[in-house]
């Protein structure tokens, strides 16, 4: 089992910044691949970006240039930290964990207000 605990949502004005983290624990792989995922109400849950326990990144073309995917395999904590966010960045934000199993965060709020 991994345990997966998001932080870092709230509410910022548009251009402004937010910094998500999560943290995992539990049965943590060598190798895995973590992500953030985002929910609108009505609409299905779509990826942000990915990150692999080497580091390998990848990004939704919404996001690219402006959020930065990273994680801590020491501390098992991924983070995003999110710049020039506009108001259609506004969602729940999820946390994946995907190794020995498949596991998600409860969410966390962002909204973009402009």
């Known amino acids: 089992q991994v345990q997966l605990v998001e932080s870092g949502g709230g509410l910022v004005q548009a251009g402004g910044s937010l910094r998500l983290s999560c943290a995992a624990s539990?049965?943590?792989?060598?190798?895995?691949?973590m992500g953030w995922y985002r929910q609108v109400p009505g609409k299905q849950r779509e990826l942000v970006a990915v990150i692999t326990s080497g580091g390998s990144t990848n990004y939704a073309d919404s996001v690219k240039g402006r959020f930065t995917i990273s994680r801590d395999n020491a501390k098992n904590t991924m983070y995003l930290q999110m710049t020039s966010l506009k108001s259609e960045d506004t969602a729940v934000y999820y946390c994946?964990?995907?190794?020995?199993?498949?596991?998600w965060g409860q969410g966390t709020q962002v909204t973009v207000s402009s």
């Open positions: 994946r964990y995907n190794g020995y199993g498949n596991y």
């Open positions: 539990g049965s943590i792989g060598s190798v895995n691949v």
